[in-house]
């Protein structure tokens, strides 16, 4: 009975434990089994077992208690020689070490990051950002440059996504960088369209600096005295003193400008270099140094023999100092000149107002080349009158009172009373007139003096009016010149000589004592038009396109630009590296430019036998010549108009055709030459010089 008891009991606990609590059995747990009645035992024992079982009810409905059987013992925890020897702790060494590591290359990098914006301007990032942008580049060109691509797609695409990373660098990188890109861009025409529709866009205007950054330039360069001490100006209006806009009145990738009026009434452009220029400016040409000497290596192309020289023409151009000394050497130059004086203008220079970043000058008023209509519409301005501040008269005084100066850069007059009540009018001048000044002005620079200025495009020359009703041209921006020795000097008119008359004997003479083993292909260059060295000369598309029959378009382009690179390499042969004169970089780019000025305004003169010409007159007025020498080449150049005369017809003929509306000029059907026959040679030229 008693077992049955316990094992009922010991049932009743096990299944009612989450219902009864232990302090209910302690007032039982010291009674014997003897005391329970009989009638208990005898109904746990006798209870049927398909019967409910006892342990779905609770204390709670069941009068009844169930006792514990065991006795109660406190818990106790177990020894520690029952539990064995204890593990040692981990100590996660690794994840400590790297973390430390991680600790320290963060705290590292951004130190340097806070040190290179804040004493550097980011200099070294900027770098950085140029290398990584190399190599990735390089990299994609070594392993993608071939028929079929390895990565898929085409070399269109593979020229369409490196032309977007290099365009986006140079705006992000911004300062020379820029200037770089425009550089790059003027030459453009030689690259693939899609390096083509990309660096058209380079000539847009730069952010622009705050006024806190230009103070701070005036204050270092003058000894720390402000805008107001240095130019006699007030920003209050105070009377007796001049005023000046603190916000630029354009801005470019090295410097800005403003406009200010000093206190004598002369109006005035103060050029401020950008703050960051002189930090960065050393960082940016050894980065570019590293880059190209690295390219060079890697395609074996003797590119990086031109870097030195390129670096130094490029740190020239932040000197305004030297741009000083340009401007006036040009303004005597062409004031001595007979055919020049008059029709040329080279704006004063006021050093007292300027230092190495800053420079002052007479503020000019004129019309941008690129402004067509107002070029030629007519002149409503009164006979006999010409432009504002034409052949250097001082600008009006302003009528009325003077704006406040309160930042927004609106106190400079305007002065378009020229341009009558309807605002319509314009300068009334010739295409013609306009351009063949400016092909005499750098025909003369190149042919006559050796020096040339480097930079001409349209932001860079302003257009008047002269009282007699001739155009006047101002040139503007002096940084960027190149000087020529009276020897390359010669030896380049006889070059343009030698090319306007198929004299290939001595074209080659004259290329190979440069260095340049391909006469053609640098005569095409130089022309802006295909070289084809007469009858019997076989020229250098047929020496590149031939043999190329039976291939697939991807087989011929790629062909086509592997013999490119190769006559490349061997137009740029060892012997460059010493003789090839440097100046010639910087001359390829002055012809690019007026080339696309004469095109931009629709091709109005004969630019090609103009600048013939200058070639073959400046070694008659040469005066380092002797007299006999000088008599020879004064016969030769009285045979040489002769042969000019073939240059004429063609130009005419094109102009009827653009009379009729059957062509757009000279220099577009020139540049329709130039196209197909870069078409063959793997290249596509789609678009002018100043597009976008």
């Not at 050393?282 to 670096?311: C, R």
């Amino acid at each position: 009975m008693s077992r049955c008891v316990a094992e009922l009991c010991s049932r009743s606990v096990r299944t009612s434990s989450r219902h009864v609590v232990c302090n209910s059995f302690q007032p039982f747990a010291a009674q014997s089994f003897r005391q329970i009645s009989r009638r208990t035992r005898h109904t746990l024992c006798t209870r049927q077992p398909s019967a409910s079982p006892p342990c779905r009810r609770t204390i709670f409905n069941d009068p009844r208690r169930y006792l514990q059987t065991q006795r109660y013992e406190s818990f106790a925890p177990p020894s520690p020689e029952s539990l064995g020897k204890a593990a040692p702790p981990k100590q996660y060494r690794r994840s400590i070490k790297w973390g430390r590591r991680l600790l320290f290359v963060s705290a590292t990098t951004g130190l340097l990051y806070l040190v290179d914006t804040q004493l550097y301007t980011s200099s070294i990032t900027r770098s950085l950002r140029t290398f990584g942008l190399g190599l990735i580049v390089a990299l994609d060109y070594k392993l993608n440059f071939r028929p079929e691509p390895f990565f898929g797609g085409s070399i269109g695409d593979l020229h369409r996504r490196n032309a977007e990373k290099l365009f986006n660098l140079l705006h992000q990188n911004g300062g020379l960088y820029l200037k770089i890109g425009q550089a790059i861009a003027m030459q453009s025409a030689v690259l693939p369209p899609e390096f083509q529709k990309m660096f058209s866009r380079m000539f847009d205007d730069a952010p622009q600096n705050d006024w806190a950054d230009v103070e701070k330039v005036i204050r270092e360069d003058f000894g720390g005295r402000n805008a107001e001490e240095v130019f006699g100006v007030s920003f209050t209006n105070e009377p007796g003193f001049g005023v000046m806009e603190k916000r630029a009145k354009a801005s470019a990738s090295v410097a800005q400008v403003h406009w200010a009026r000093l206190a004598d009434g002369r109006e005035v452009a103060i050029k401020v270099q950008k703050r960051e220029i002189a930090q960065q400016v050393g960082w940016d040409l050894w980065a570019f140094k590293v880059v190209m000497k690295i390219y060079t290596t890697w395609f074996n192309l003797p590119f990086y023999s031109l870097v030195p020289y390129i670096n130094e023409r490029l740190m020239l151009e932040t000197d305004f100092v030297n741009e000083a000394d340009n401007s006036e050497k040009m303004a005597k130059l062409v004031a001595s000149e007979p055919r020049l004086r008059g029709r040329v203008y080279i704006p004063t220079v006021y050093r007292d107002l300027s230092s190495r970043r800053i420079m002052t000058t007479e503020w000019i008023e004129g019309v941008r080349l690129w402004d067509k209509e107002t070029l030629t519409a007519t002149w409503l301005g009164g006979y006999g009158a010409g432009s504002p501040g034409a052949k250097g008269t001082p600008l009006s005084v302003p009528k009325g009172p003077v704006r406040k100066n309160d930042g927004t850069g609106l106190l400079k007059p305007e002065r378009n009373e020229w341009k009558g009540r309807t605002g319509k009018g314009g300068l009334g001048l010739s295409l013609e007139q306009v351009m063949t000044t400016m092909i005499d002005l750098f025909s003369a620079q190149m042919f006559l003096w050796g020096l040339v200025h480097c930079d001409p495009h349209p932001g860079n020359i302003f257009i008047r009016r002269q009282p007699n009703g001739q155009a006047e041209l101002v040139l503007i921006d002096h940084g960027l010149y190149v000087s020529m020795t009276p020897k390359f000097r010669r030896q380049y008119c006889q070059f343009w000589k030698a090319i306007m008359t198929f004299d290939n004997d001595t074209l080659s003479e004259i290329t190979n004592a440069w260095g340049i083993k391909a006469p053609d292909l640098f005569a095409s260059a130089t022309l802006m038009r295909p070289y084809d060295g007469g009858e019997g000369h076989r020229g250098m598309r047929d020496m590149i396109t031939g043999e190329l029959q039976g291939k697939t378009a991807a087989e011929r382009h790629f062909e086509v630009q592997e013999r490119m690179r190769g006559k490349m390499r061997e137009a740029l042969s060892e012997e460059l590296e010493d003789n090839f004169p440097r100046e010639l970089i910087f001359i390829g780019r002055n012809m690019r430019i007026v080339q696309g000025n004469n095109q931009f305004l629709g091709s109005p003169v004969n630019r090609i036998k103009m600048t013939g010409n200058w070639a073959s007159r400046s070694l008659v007025d040469d005066t380092g010549l002797g007299f006999s020498e000088r008599l020879v080449n004064a016969w030769k150049h009285f045979i040489f108009r002769f042969v000019l005369f073939s240059s004429d017809i063609v130009f005419y003929a094109s102009k009827i055709r653009q009379t009729f509306g059957f062509g757009d000029g000279m220099e577009d059907d020139i540049e329709k030459q130039m196209r197909h026959m870069a078409k063959d040679l793997g290249i596509e030229l789609q678009h002018s010089v100043f597009e976008g």
